[in-house]
């Protein structure tokens, strides 16, 4: 099985305990889809992986504004009338993104994505990709 399947099952398994959750995905560092739940279609799953590397950048953008380090980002939550969508930190060089309903408990979401990160360690770390003929 490969590391996209295994992040996948890993992802689905939690979307699924998460009340209120529609969808996860792991995203690296360069905004590459790194897993995905159940139930999304690769062009869906996609987009939202873009988005949110767009999300988490413009993030790390605004550290200096409360003097800290970019690479000190942790989390983000954005709220919509119906739902909201919840980014973490998941490691060096990846991060996680949940979608879900409104009536969704943040609470509830931020420990489980937080438990996860850490259950699963480095299988959700994703390395920085380099340039072909360039060892880092």
């Known amino acids: 099985m490969n590391n996209f399947a295994v992040v996948s099952g890993l992802l689905t398994d939690e ?11 792991l995203v690296s560092a360069d905004g590459l889809l790194a897993g995905a ?3 999304q279609d690769q062009a869906s799953a996609e ?19 409360c003097r800290a380090s970019p690479s000190g980002w942790l989390e983000n939550l954005i709220t919509y009338e119906g739902g909201l969508i919840f980014l973490c930190a998941a490691g060096d060089s990846s991060f996680l993104a ?7 408990d943040v609470g509830n979401i931020g420990y489980r994505m937080t438990k ?8 959700l770390a994703t390395p920085a990709r380099t340039a072909p003929g360039h060892s880092g």
């Open 37 to 39: 739940s159940e139930g």
């Open 15 to 25: 979307v699924r305990q998460i009340p209120g959750a529609k969808g996860a995905v």
């Open 116 to 123: 996860l990160v850490e259950r699963i360690g480095t299988a």
């Open 47 to 65: 987009r939202f992986a873009a988005a949110v590397t767009g999300l988490q950048a413009l993030s790390r953008s605004l550290a200096p504004f």
């Open 98 to 104: 949940l979608a879900a309903d409104g009536a969704a």
